[in-house]
């Protein structure tokens, strides 16, 4: 196909994006932000070194081979940070436009705390992030009220709106990939997310195919976003929470975060530390063995469940994707510019394996900038690159008009398989009825009896290989049997349920979940901060007392969270259980070997009247 081919393809689909109120950056050109770049590396154990000043750097230069040995991060800069009469002038100026006192129609007011929507354990894992915050690499608070301004004079010269494409043709499926790049992530100083850095890099992709008539239709759509990755990232094109303007999909970026929603709405999500992934992941298994064994056996409840709950390990954000500040694409406040086609020829997005900003050395890599479209940040190429089917977990799906044949051919594999292992229950059948046929031989012979107990041995195993052959069958006979019918299904027009893939689905919070009131928010502020402070205070001056204080601490503290949570019922119903567990545990300790002797005599009057009451019948 030709550029211009795919160039209308992309067109024709290119999405629509609704920013939040309050949102500062946008799809830019990054040759514009190049241009305002510097290039630098940063080699082990040394100062980083500026390699191309600002002014002087274009895409070209930065597609050029470097070499500085292993190790070496190049990384750019596009912001110094402001000097700090500067700041002080731009926040006052912010503060005027928050409350009210300027011009701006473009100010965020979070609402309801994040804090106040999760529990104790949470608020303290967040406590101890944004402590090791002070610690690790950052990117300092004023860069991004600097990259802010930059990014405004940048657009009062020229207006630019811009994504980049590109058009794959795998598996009967044209994937149309779309890059969105920011020049500044400010989710944690603008929006109180997890992270500053500097660039973002952030794509959709629309998943067409090709009909029996020649014309393209589109399938699936698939956002990138936080936490959620194969399956869950894809949506059908006539799932009811894709919302479209005709055929363009509608996007909800995240404020300052740029991640990709379906729906409007305010996003809880959850960021994981690395340092206790494997905590994490035990008990994720431990919950799921729970859930699917105990807890749920006897149910039909959906695998969404599981994640109904945020994990204590995991550090709680919201995500303001509420779609109420400047829209892009066709029908919006702003269209789209000319897009740009990404070909691997580009030296700069093939090339250049470094940072797209600044290089702050965060362990967590969450204030680094990130890599390019190609590439993540240790230079790998991205899987979101490489295989866009297997990136959405689309590999495994056959586009709708090859279907049919697709299972035809899948038929044909379980036929083959079935008179196999006919073939091998026969021959199974066989060997049995030999070994049969010699153990009614050696019946009769007493000198053989170490023979028939191996021959017995070798019979059970073959009986037992015979009855999984047969199992096995009956698996692929009834396999077969749901693949006519949803042959069947498919020649009918019939589709299955547009969300059959999903495990966890991407839904903002409820009405309900966000309604907390002031106080709960207040609350939900300091407690942490306040049971720190009071574990200090009973250390001090109450050590003599010192379980007595804490248990007390604790205890006013639960209360107060269940009140303003409106739980204060449940709490009290939970602390009468657990005082009844508990009395009773300590009457079993006090009274163990009376209780033992006492079980002892029940069982054994029980065994004989039981024995009685056979010899009676």
Same mark, same amino acid.
Request: net charge neutral; proline share 5%; aromatic share 12%.
């Given at each position: 196909?030709?550029?211009?081919?795919?160039?209308?393809?992309?067109?024709?689909?290119?999405?629509?994006?609704?920013?939040?109120?309050?949102?500062?950056?946008?799809?830019?050109?990054?040759?514009?932000?190049?241009?305002?770049?510097?290039?630098?590396?940063?080699?082990?154990?040394?100062?980083?070194?500026?390699?191309?000043?600002?002014?002087?750097?274009?895409?070209?230069?930065?597609?050029?081979?470097?070499?500085?040995?292993?190790?070496?991060?190049?990384?750019?800069?596009?912001?110094?940070?402001?000097?700090?009469?500067?700041?002080?002038?731009?926040?006052?100026?912010?503060?005027?436009?928050?409350?009210?006192?300027?011009?701006?129609?473009?100010?965020?007011?979070?609402?309801?705390?994040?804090?106040?929507?999760?529990?104790?354990?949470?608020?303290?894992?967040?406590?101890?992030?944004?402590?090791?915050?002070?610690?690790?690499?950052?990117?300092?608070?004023?860069?991004?009220?600097?990259?802010?301004?930059?990014?405004?004079?940048?657009?009062?010269?020229a207006?630019?709106?811009?994504?980049?494409?590109?058009?794959?043709?795998?598996?009967?499926?044209?994937?149309?990939?779309y890059?969105f790049?920011? @020049? *500044?992530? +400010?989710?944690?100083? &603008?929006?109180?997310?997890?992270?500053?850095?500097? /660039? $973002?890099?952030?794509?959709?992709?629309?998943?067409?195919?090709?009909?029996?008539?020649?014309?393209?239709?589109?399938?699936?759509?698939?956002?990138?976003?936080?936490?959620?990755?194969?399956?869950?990232?894809?949506?059908?094109?006539?799932?009811?929470?894709?919302?479209?303007?005709?055929?363009?999909?509608?996007?909800?970026?995240?404020?300052?975060?740029?991640?990709?929603?379906?729906?409007?709405?305010?996003?809880?999500?959850?960021?994981?530390?690395?340092?206790?992934?494997?905590?994490?992941e035990?008990?994720?298994?431990?919950?799921?063995?729970?859930?699917?064994?105990?807890?749920?056996?006897?149910?039909?409840?959906?695998?969404?469940a599981?994640?109904?709950?945020?994990?204590?390990?995991?550090? @709680? *954000?919201? +995500?303001?994707?509420r &779609?109420?500040?400047?829209?892009?694409?066709?029908? /919006? $406040?702003?269209?789209?510019?000319e897009?740009?086609?990404?070909?691997?020829?580009?030296?700069?997005?093939?090339?250049?394996?470094?940072?797209?900003?600044?290089?702050?050395?965060?362990?967590?890599?969450?204030?680094?900038?990130?890599?390019?479209?190609?590439?993540?940040?240790?230079?790998?190429?991205?899987?979101?690159?490489?295989?866009?089917?297997?990136?959405?977990g689309?590999?495994?799906?056959?586009?709708?008009?090859?279907?049919?044949?697709?299972?035809?051919?899948?038929?044909?594999?379980l036929?083959?398989?079935?008179?196999?292992?006919?073939?091998?229950?026969?021959?199974?059948?066989?060997?049995?009825?030999?070994?049969?046929?010699?153990?009614?031989?050696?019946?009769?012979?007493?000198?053989?009896?170490?023979?028939?107990?191996?021959?017995?041995?070798?019979?059970?195993?073959?009986?037992?290989?015979?009855?999984e052959?047969?199992?096995?069958?009956?698996?692929?006979?009834?396999?077969?049997?749901?693949?006519?019918?949803?042959?069947?299904?498919?020649?009918?027009?019939?589709?299955?349920?547009?969300?059959?893939?999903?495990?966890?689905?991407?839904?903002?919070?409820?009405?309900?979940?966000?309604?907390?009131?002031?106080?709960?928010?207040?609350?939900?502020?300091?407690?942490?901060?306040?049971?720190?402070?009071?574990?200090?205070?009973?250390?001090?001056f109450?050590?003599?007392?010192?379980?007595?204080?804490?248990?007390?601490?604790l205890?006013?503290?639960?209360?107060?969270?269940?009140?303003?949570?409106?739980?204060?019922?449940?709490?009290?119903?939970?602390?009468?259980?657990?005082?009844?567990?508990?009395?009773?545990?300590?009457?079993?300790?006090?009274?163990?070997?009376?209780?033992?002797?006492?079980?002892?005599?029940?069982?054994?009057?029980?065994?004989?009247?039981?024995?009685?009451?056979?010899?009676?019948?």
């Open positions: 196909m030709t550029s211009e081919a795919d160039l209308a393809l992309l067109r024709r689909f290119e999405p629509v994006l609704r920013c939040t109120r309050g949102e500062k950056f946008f799809p830019m050109d990054v040759a514009t932000y190049v241009d305002m770049c510097s290039l630098w590396v940063q080699r082990p154990n040394q100062l980083p070194q500026r390699l191309v000043p600002q002014g002087e750097l274009t895409l070209d230069l930065l597609g050029e081979h470097r070499v500085h040995g292993n190790g070496a991060v190049y990384f750019l800069k596009f912001i110094e940070p402001m000097n700090l009469r500067d700041l002080a002038t731009q926040r006052l100026r912010d503060l005027r436009e928050e409350f009210g006192f300027g011009q701006s129609d473009n100010v965020f007011h979070a609402g309801p705390g994040r804090l106040a929507r999760v529990g104790y354990s949470s608020r303290f894992v967040d406590a101890l992030f944004n402590l090791t915050l002070l610690a690790r690499g950052r990117v300092p608070g004023d860069t991004a009220v600097a990259a802010a301004l930059a990014y405004k004079q940048m657009m009062a010269e207006e630019v709106y811009r994504y980049y494409g590109r058009v794959v043709r795998q598996s009967s499926w044209i994937a149309l990939q890059w790049f920011y @020049p *500044f992530n +400010d989710w944690r100083s &603008g929006f109180f997310g997890a992270n500053d850095h500097e /660039a $973002d890099w952030e794509m959709i992709y629309v998943y067409l195919y090709e009909d029996d008539d020649g014309s393209v239709q589109p399938e699936w759509v698939a956002y990138a976003s936080h936490d959620y990755s194969g399956d869950d990232l894809r949506r059908r094109w006539d799932d009811p929470d894709l919302e479209k303007v005709g055929e363009h999909p509608v996007v909800y970026p995240g404020a300052g975060s740029h991640a990709s929603y379906y729906e409007r709405g305010e996003y809880l999500t959850e960021l994981e530390l690395p340092l206790i992934k494997p905590v994490v035990f008990i994720d298994q431990a919950q799921t063995f729970w859930e699917r064994n105990i807890l749920y056996r006897n149910t039909t409840v959906t695998r969404q599981k994640w109904s709950n945020f994990s204590i390990f995991k550090i @709680p *954000f919201i +995500d303001y994707a &779609g109420d500040g400047l829209s892009i694409g066709p029908g /919006a $406040d702003r269209p789209w510019s897009p740009m086609l990404l070909d691997e020829s580009q030296g700069w997005l093939s090339q250049y394996r470094g940072l797209w900003g600044l290089y702050t050395k965060d362990p967590l890599s969450g204030e680094d900038a990130p890599a390019g479209p190609m590439f993540n940040r240790d230079g790998s190429v991205r899987q979101s690159w490489y295989a866009p089917l297997g990136w959405s689309l590999v495994k799906v056959s586009p709708p008009n090859k279907r049919l044949a697709q299972i035809e051919r899948q038929r044909q594999v036929a083959d398989h079935k008179q196999e292992l006919k073939v091998q229950i026969n021959e199974q059948r066989q060997v049995l009825l030999g070994l049969g046929i010699e153990r009614g031989a050696m019946q009769d012979q007493p000198y053989m009896r170490q023979r028939i107990a191996e021959h017995e041995e070798k019979m059970t195993a073959v009986a037992r290989k015979l009855d052959l047969k199992a096995e069958l009956s698996t692929d006979e009834a396999l077969d049997q749901a693949l006519q019918q949803y042959a069947q299904r498919i020649h009918e027009g019939v589709r299955g349920p547009a969300r059959g893939h999903l495990r966890r689905i991407h839904h903002p919070m409820s009405e309900e979940g966000m309604r907390v009131n002031r106080f709960a928010e207040t609350w939900a502020a300091i407690s942490i901060g306040l049971l720190m402070v009071g574990f200090v205070l009973v250390l001090l109450a050590s003599q007392f010192l379980l007595l204080g804490l248990g007390t601490l205890t006013v503290f639960v209360f107060i969270e269940a009140t303003f949570r409106g739980r204060i019922n449940r709490l009290l119903n939970s602390v009468t259980v657990a005082l009844a567990i508990v009395a009773a545990l300590l009457l079993f300790f006090r009274f163990f070997w009376e209780i033992v002797v006492v079980a002892v005599l029940v069982a054994g009057t029980y065994i004989m009247w039981q024995n009685i009451r056979e010899l009676r019948h």
